[in-house]
């Protein structure tokens, strides 16, 4: 079983960075594939980034390419998401979520059984 707790989230100008940390509980972390997913308003829920569970892969959105970045330290049992050149449009709810352990990476959020509580990200213009 794996809990998630995320953080960083808050209001930023445009152009701006912010670095959204998740941090989860139990023993299965560092086999996990990780993933970000964010919910604008009245929109549905889409996929920004994943990393595999050593950190040696990872895929974005094209949406964020070259601006986000996805990382982990399975040290601290934490995954990360580096976001810079912040636009309005990146204004959402954050959530990180977490795979069953051993499954490969994956940008579908129902293939995903964990997920954090998420984090509110705000860019103004």
């Known amino acids: 079983q794996v809990q998630l707790v995320e953080s960083g989230g808050g209001l930023v100008q445009a152009g701006g960075s912010l670095r959204l940390s998740c941090e989860a509980s139990?023993?299965?972390?560092?086999?996990?594939?990780m993933a970000w997913f964010r919910q604008a308003p009245g929109k549905e829920r889409t996929f920004v980034a994943h990393?595999?569970?050593?950190?040696?892969?990872?895929r974005y959105a094209d949406s964020v390419k070259g601006r986000f970045t996805i990382s982990r330290d399975n040290a601290k049992n934490t995954v990360y998401l580096q976001m810079n050149s912040l636009k309005p449009e990146d204004t959402a709810v954050y959530y990180c979520?977490?795979?069953?352990?051993?499954?490969?990476?994956?940008?579908?959020?129902?293939?995903?059984?964990?997920w954090g509580q998420g984090t509110q990200v705000t860019v103004s213009s």
């Open positions: 979520a977490a795979r069953d352990p051993y499954y490969r990476t994956s940008s579908q959020g129902v293939e995903y059984g964990y």
């Open positions: 139990g023993r299965t972390f560092s086999s996990s594939a």
């Open positions: 990393i595999s569970w050593g950190g040696g892969t990872t």
